[in-house]
């Protein structure tokens, strides 16, 4: 972490710097210490509660931590959800109508979603439905609870781009999933029954051809997280991602080291809770295994 | 062995015609890549702040930037820095990572094998994105750190993908029967286990090109990639939306590019996996 070339107290002194000031400053923030002791000093406060101390913000982590986290919290929710929804219903028409002009124009679509980084999403976003259309605001976030509507707006379009970026996978994993499920011999045995399309597609196929589509979310969640800071660079989200990126810019290292931590747990905890919910799904799978 | 495995590859192309048109499209972006900066119309650093944000017309068949500059000469340039990056990082990356995960695969059980696999376990729980972002912002922001950053973030999954394929193709019989007859480990390692594992090699790196070109084109757009004036495309993008209130039109361009090259390398993937499925042949 301490690699980076350049000293955060420069930053926070910005040339105007006295004699001695610099080194009062580094004294302070512990940071003419040895690595290791910093490091210990560190990860014994972690342990404590105590997340460390902004330099550049010049406050403790833990005041501008947590709305910034709520903020990407909700964003990413949104974007999965959405992911969901759209991408299940699309992926079972594709597979039951294969080889249709439905078909083809699912695959294409989540083609172009594979091969495009997400912010250009974003962007173009921006730019058909805020200078074209001018129907929603380009940047900045409202609280649920000032504004509920307006926070809807200000939601719509960067949920929608980071949303884009894991499509694709959910399309095209359910569709093959479907592919495989449809030809068993249960859900023959369903349509003898006389069940409706609607029962035999969404009750009895899909929830065998789940399993393999939550462990592709699991895998892909991590894509998201990185779509998830650029996309909130560019609609100036007050999230996580633009306080990684200030805190990069100005060598803030202890918030660095906590906002690195928080994006690996995140995924950590995404891909256990998807472990957990293998097991509502699909009875069979146990932890014994 | 060779011929005939590159005669699969090739029909398994042929078989899919859509990946053939990933394959045209790829090879095109190499051309541009290689001779872009001789064919370009106009020098793509020589600003003309006469004619800026001009439409596509004759002269400017992509139209020009904020500062007047050719578009498509920009875009030619641009072709030749994303292949550089995705030839460097993909040295770094599928090189690095593939050659410590088969040397980790081949390993015997043990207390050290248990530990780098944990360590890379580790390594692995950061997002791709991030941890570029992370190593890219730390070695500071340039094109060449941006790259050695996209290399190394791509390594822990490399390392995991070929322990694991090693460990399993390990305990094939034609790997025990190999042994048997007493060939060397050397031998094992390049002769038999290497041929079996190429395809899964060649998957994993069209499909990491892919991704290398779109998080470079991320980190140039954080800001932390590619510095101005370098004609990146995902730089190019940034300064687009950046004035896209005057001129949204510039985004496009470089986006189209992206998407192509993106695409290609994905086609390719899909025709890829065709050939090394034994039952779709």
Known sequence: ?289 | MKDSLLKLLIKGFLKRKISLVGLVIFLFFIFCGIFGSYLTPYDPYKTKFSNRYELPNNKNLFGTDWAGRDVLSRVLVGAGITLKISILALCIGSVIGGILGIIIGFMKNSLLKMLIIQINDILLTFPFLVLAILISALLGSSLNNAIIAIGISRIPRYVRIFSLVVNSEKNKNYVISAISIGASNMRILFYHILPNILPIFLVNTVLFFALTIIAEATLSFIGIGAQPPLPSWGLMIRQASENMLVYPFGVIPPSIAILLVVLSANLMSDGLREFMDPKLR
Request: charged residues 15%; proline residues 4%.
């Open chain 1, 1 to 289: 972490m301490q690699f980076l070339p350049g000293d955060p107290v420069h930053y926070l002194l910005r040339g105007y710097e006295a004699e001695g000031q610099v080194e009062a400053l580094r004294k302070e923030f512990n940071l003419d210490k040895p690595l290791f002791t910093q490091y210990y000093i560190w990860i014994t406060g972690l342990l404590k509660g105590n997340l460390g101390f902004s330099i550049f913000y010049q406050q403790e982590i833990s005041g501008i931590f947590i709305p910034r986290f709520i903020a990407t919290i909700e964003l990413i929710t949104l974007s999965l959800i959405l992911s969901v929804i759209l991408g299940i219903p699309l992926g079972i028409i594709s597979a039951v109508k294969v080889g249709s002009f439905e078909d083809g124009l699912i695959a294409i679509i989540s083609l172009i979603g594979v091969s495009v980084p997400v912010f250009v999403f974003g962007v173009i976003l921006q730019i058909i439905f805020c200078i074209y259309l001018d129907i929603l605001p380009t940047i900045g976030r409202v609280s649920f609870f000032e504004d509920i509507f307006d926070s809807i707006k200000h939601l719509i379009l960067p949920v929608l781009s980071i949303s884009l970026g894991l499509l694709p996978y959910v399309i095209r994993n359910v569709r093959s999933e479907m592919l495989e499920v449809i030809k068993t011999d249960y859900i023959r045995t369903a349509w003898a029954k006389g069940l409706s399309p609607f029962k035999v597609y969404y009750k009895h196929a899909l929830r065998n051809s789940l399993v393999g589509t939550l462990a592709v979310i699991g895998i892909n969640f991590g894509m998201l997280l990185g779509g998830s800071v650029v996309t909130e660079l560019v609609f100036q989200w007050p999230g996580l991602g633009t306080l990684f990126i200030q805190a990069l810019m100005s060598h803030d290292y202890q918030l660095i080291q906590i906002l690195v931590l928080v994006y690996a747990l995140l995924f950590t905890l995404v891909n256990f809770i998807v472990d957990l919910i293998y097991i509502i799904i699909d009875p069979r799978i146990t932890f014994e295994g």
